[in-house]
Antibody
Framework: QVQLVESGGGVVQPGGSLRLSCAAS????????MHWVRQAPGKGLEWVAFIRYDGSNKYYADSVKGRFTISRDNSKNTLYLQMNSLRAEDTAVYYC??????????????WGQGTLVTVSS | SSELTQDPAVSVALGQTVRITCQGDSLRSYYASWYQQKPGQAPVLVIY???NRPSGIPDRFSGSSSGNTASLTITGAQAEDEADYYC?????????????FGGGTKLTVL
């Protein structure tokens, strides 16, 4: 069965960096685009970033553009999110999600359990 | 970028029917998908596309769309349906990919 397992969350000071990982199994990871979605405490879902199945295209939410970098290693079935210049407003549970996207249809069929990132001094 | 608007809270009596709506310009061009999230858990896909349910989702969940509004209907709501529900779609503005989520609707089953 499909499994997505995030890791790397923790407490970091404002201006600091953190790298999240998402280990994928149960499907052909190299054939699917992947996203990061976050959820601040008590708030709704917010899209963060997308990477194409082969890593050739990447897109970011305006709120993280220039600070976060999404990447993947298809040989390790792993997705990453490098987060730099972290701010208090980046505090959230970060989910990786497998996306199905063609034409006017885009949806997330599988989600990880999430990893909590807390930005605080 | 576009936004998706949802009512913050909706309630339904046990066994009755409830509709949760999602409004936004992007829905004129792109399908909505719907997610159920219970406290402390990751979201779960319940409806995608025109009206498709993933395996394991009860058939009391259905979706529909008209103009700039997408709807999730639960026919015969059960106690276990009490959760937050989020819609999402692609964003129609700009040439690059952007994804938008609604603010979520908290469903209470009375």
């Amino acid at each position: 069965q499909v499994q997505l397992v995030e890791s790397g969350g923790g407490v970091v000071q404002p201006g600091g960096s953190l790298r999240l990982s998402c280990a994928a199994s149960g499907f052909t990871f190299s054939s699917y685009g992947m996203h990061w979605v976050r959820q601040a405490p008590g708030k709704g879902l917010e899209w963060v970033a997308f990477i194409r199945y082969d890593g050739s295209n990447k897109y970011y939410a305006d709120s993280v553009k220039g600070r976060f970098t999404i990447s993947r290693d298809n040989s390790k079935n792993t997705l990453y999110l490098q987060m730099n210049s972290l701010r208090a407003e980046d505090t959230a549970v970060y989910y990786c999600a497998k996306v199905v996207w063609f034409g006017e249809l885009l949806y997330y069929d599988y989600w990880g359990q999430g990893t909590l990132v807390t930005v605080s001094s | 970028s576009s936004e998706l608007t949802q009512d913050p809270a909706v309630s339904v009596a046990l066994g009755q029917t409830v509709r949760i709506t999602c409004q936004g310009d992007s829905l004129r061009s792109y399908y909505a998908s719907w997610y159920q999230q219970k406290p402390g858990q990751a979201p779960v896909l319940v409806i995608y596309g025109k009206n498709n349910r993933p395996s394991g989702i009860p058939d009391r969940f259905s979706g529909s769309s008209s103009g700039n509004t997408a709807s999730l209907t639960i026919t015969g709501a059960q106690a276990e349906d009490e959760a937050d529900y989020y819609c999402n779609s692609r964003d129609s503005s700009g040439n690059h990919l952007n994804v938008v989520f609604g603010g979520g609707t908290k469903l209470t089953v009375l």
